[in-house]
Antibody, heavy 116, light 110 residues
Framework: EVQLVETGGGLIQPGGSLRLSCAAS????????MSWVRQAPGKGLEWVSV???????FYADSVKGRFTISRDNSKNTLYLQMNSLRAEDTAVYFC??????????WGQGTMVTVSS | QTVVTQEPSFSVSPGGTVTLTCGLS?????????PSWYQQTPGQAPRTLIY???TRSSGVPDRFSGSILGNKAALTITGAQAEDESDYYC??????????FGTGTRVTVL
């Protein structure tokens, strides 16, 4: 079955770090563009970061310099390393496979809460 | 900073037609932005409806269609059904690896 499963969310204090994982099955992560998208409680969707199949990475201004997207080809898994976390980073984080510059497969999301 | 604008809300009668739009705070939307559309119900992951302006994703009913209307991307629901009551988001590719979601439109069917 083709699917994405995110893990790693939780409660973290401001200034802390967290790493999210997105395990893929049914397709090869490294052959696809892969993104992270987040949604703060009661708010809209916000694109966070993308890793292209050639390894190039891009970030939204709101997370640039604090978040790092990466992948482990041996585990067929995408990651999001989040440092210097702020209250405004509180959100459900979705990973998504991309095709034709759109998001064609979504995970179920993992909740990150930044609070003291 | 680029803002992608959508109507906050729309109400449509069952069987009716509604057109949602996706615009730019400055400039016009064209096919070069590869507009795509997503449907989301509370507590669920988004569902992909339309990509590359007007291509329906697999399994999406043909009552959903995408287009460029004037200087905006548009999503039209023709013959709305109760299950279409959701939030709808567009996404534009801004180039240089940057994607921007629209502000979202809540559609009520009543």
């Amino acid at each position: 079955e083709v699917q994405l499963v995110e893990t790693g969310g939780g409660l973290i204090q401001p200034g802390g770090s967290l790493r999210l994982s997105c395990a893929a099955s049914g397709f090869i992560v490294s052959s696809n563009y892969m993104s992270w998208v987040r949604q703060a409680p009661g708010k809209g969707l916000e694109w966070v970061s993308v890793m292209y199949s050639d390894g190039s990475t891009f970030y939204a201004d709101s997370v640039k310099g604090r978040f790092t997207i990466s992948r482990d080809n041996s585990k067929n898994t995408l990651y999001l390393q989040m440092n210097s976390l702020r209250a405004e980073d509180t959100a459900v984080y979705f990973c998504a496979r991309m095709a034709h510059d759109s998001f064609d497969l979504w995970g179920q999301g993992t909740m990150v809460t930044v609070s003291s | 900073q680029t803002v992608v604008t959508q109507e906050p809300s729309f109400s449509v009668s069952p069987g009716g037609t509604v057109t949602l739009t996706c615009g730019l705070s400055s400039g016009s939307v064209s096919t070069s932005y590869y507009p795509s559309w997503y449907q989301q119900t509370p507590g669920q992951a988004p569902r992909t409806l339309i990509y590359i302006t007007n291509t329906r994703s697999s399994g999406v009913p043909d009552r959903f269609s995408g287009s460029i209307l004037g200087n905006k991307a548009a999503l039209t629901i023709t013959g709305a059904q109760a299950e279409d009551e959701s939030d709808y988001y567009c996404v534009l590719y801004m180039g240089s690896g940057i994607y921007v979601f629209g502000t979202g439109t809540r559609v009520t069917v009543l």
